[in-house]
């Protein structure tokens, strides 16, 4: 094949216009889908996909739209997607460094990723990936570092500091899975805060679960079937059908007093 191919250019001029569409202010996923499935059939067909084929264009035309592929399966929520774009990735990243051009998007892509395994919970599989990426970029790259220090966080139980990271995001797209961790993290809080405690003020939950607004926090009792007495402003996680009004007043206050201890050591 070679890159002065009419197919070949027919495959630049594609791509073009899926760039253009992608980065429109009124990009439309579903026309941005249909260009990289022609795309990615139009590589296949040219061999572009083939890491030994040795055209240094056509690798770094099919790197390209692959990380666009990447960006657009966050845009549209499809985690599958994306780990399936990063894995095709991977060659290009690691075989051919040394072959083509660097790629801005790179490590962007490689901290989403790193990101996304930190929010399932496959820790090994992020410290597998990490392993991977150059020890130098470790800590002066903002990309890695971000998920490298929130891997940190949640090693030492710091899910203050894991909530707070939200507001130093590399880039927009890291919210997506930031968004996930942090309801990971929060039903975590909850399933522990069902076992050791059996009510909590609404305030305090609020703070305990990272929830901005105490109508927050009521809304996600109702998800748990929890139950809300608004006249003390207070969860009971218990499913018996004792009257709320009836709990001695001396555990309701041993209860907060202890939860409040507890709270100084998790905020």
Request: glycine share 2%; hydrophobic share 40%; charged share 25%.
């Amino acid at each position: 094949m070679s890159t002065s191919d009419s197919s070949y250019q027919a495959l630049v001029a594609k791509y073009q216009a899926l760039k253009q569409e992608f980065e429109s202010p009124r990009s439309n996923p579903d026309k941005c889908r249909d260009l990289l499935l022609q795309l990615k059939m139009g590589l296949a067909d040219l061999a572009c996909f083939d890491v030994s084929n040795g055209h240094t264009e056509a690798l770094t035309l099919a790197r390209d739209i692959l990380e666009i592929g990447a960006y657009w399966s966050i845009r549209v929520g499809d985690i599958p997607s994306f780990e399936r774009y990063i894995t095709q990735l991977s060659p290009y990243y690691y075989d051919l460094s040394s072959t083509l051009p660097d790629s801005p998007r790179m490590y962007p892509l490689l901290g989403l990723n790193l990101l996304r395994l930190l929010a399932q919970g496959r820790l090994a599989d992020f410290h597998t990936a990490l392993e991977l990426v150059d020890p130098a970029e470790l800590k002066q790259n903002r990309f890695i570092r971000h998920p490298v220090h929130l891997e940190q966080s949640l090693m030492e139980g710091s899910y203050k500091k894991v909530w707070n990271s939200r507001t130093e995001v590399p880039a927009p797209e890291y919210m997506f899975f930031m968004d996930i961790l942090t309801t990971t993290i929060r039903n975590q809080i909850a399933s522990c805060s069902e076992k050791a405690y059996d009510s909590l003020p609404l305030e305090d939950a609020a703070t305990l679960l990272f929830f901005p607004r105490v109508e927050d926090v009521v809304e996600f009792a109702k998800e748990r079937n929890w139950r809300v007495n608004s006249v003390d402003r207070k969860i009971y996680f218990g499913n018996d059908d004792t009257n709320m009004s009836d709990l001695p007043v001396d555990t309701v206050i041993s209860q907060t007093l202890h939860y409040a201890k507890e709270l100084e050591k998790i905020v």
